[in-house]
């Protein structure tokens, strides 16, 4: 993919997930106008800049026109590498790719390296192989673990109704989403998939927690998780699956002050 259409799809990503508020903070006077203005400078036909913003809809939900398609492999990495970072942080990274001085230059290349969003990779015989739509962090992640919460409280997942409490760890780096106390105590992962079917993207710390913990760790995987989500419960996935290795390049955002405000 060109890096004109990459760098189209990370200022798409602002335009759906912060609407009509980020048009405006954008300096421009409607959607249509952004469109045509970002478009001009991306060297990227505008209605292009309109279909990249429309087809991230279907994790913000602003809009229905593409909530019954797929969201395509390359969108979803730009969604699982930069959606999770503040209104703050996109807006200057959107900055940096709307302006592309030379001060901005190194940043412009950053942003576009840690994508992929090339040839489908190859298989043994040389032959291209489908990209396979795996689990996001994320909105799509929160949303899976919202709907395993409201599901549990309602009593809707069976076999633990000796367990009084799911406990939300979310916050604690714990390896695992949430927790049931008692003998065992049971460790739930929840993954959440907006395609029907897809792969599962387990971090290193959740990998290692599944590897301890064993058969008290349950994997829950959502699917089709903004129309009709289909939940599995998979018991042990240390035990049941045999993932490869799988690494990462990451945009992280730090504010500096220099020494001279202080």
């Known amino acids: 993919m060109e890096k004109k259409f990459k760098l189209g799809l990370i200022v798409a990503l602002y335009l759906s997930k912060y609407d009509s508020s980020a048009v405006e903070r954008l300096g421009y006077k409607s959607r249509r106008e952004a ?8 060297n990227v036909n505008h209605n292009t800049i309109k279909h990249m913003r429309d087809q991230f809809d279907t994790i913000f939900s602003h809009r229905a026109g593409y909530h019954q398609s797929p969201m395509p492999p390359s969108r979803l990495e730009v969604a699982e590498k930069y959606s999770t970072l503040s209104e703050s942080a996109l807006y200057e990274i959107v ?5 592309q001085n030379n001060e901005s230059k ?3 290349e950053l942003y576009v390296n840690v994508l992929s969003l090339d ?25 899976a673990e919202d709907f395993f919460r409201e599901k549990f409280k309602k009593g809707e997942i069976t076999g633990f109704n000796n367990y009084r409490e799911l406990i939300d760890t979310r916050q604690e780096g714990t390896g695992y989403d949430f927790k049931l106390n008692g003998e ?10 907006i395609a029907e079917k ?18 008290q760790y349950i ?44």
Request: hydrophobic share 35%; net charge neutral; aromatic share 8%.
């Open 35 to 42: 469109f045509r203005e970002i478009g001009l400078k991306l």
């Open 95 to 99: 900055i940096d790719i709307l302006n």
């Open 106 to 108: 190194n940043d412009i």
């Open 119 to 143: 040839e489908k990779p190859e298989n043994d015989n040389g032959t291209k192989r489908e990209k396979i739509e795996y689990t996001t962090r994320g909105i799509t992640g929160l949303k």
């Open 184 to 193: 065992p105590e049971v460790f739930f992962e929840v993954k959440g998939l």
């Open 198 to 215: 897809g792969g599962i993207l387990f971090t290193d710390k959740e990998w290692e927690t599944a590897k301890k913990k064993q058969e």
């Open 219 to 262: 994997l829950v995987f959502i699917t089709n998780i903004n129309h009709e989500p289909h939940i599995q419960l998979i018991k042990n996935p240390y035990q049941k699956f045999n993932p490869r290795k799988n690494i990462n390049k990451t945009i992280t955002v730090n504010w500096a002050v220099d020494e001279s405000q202080l």
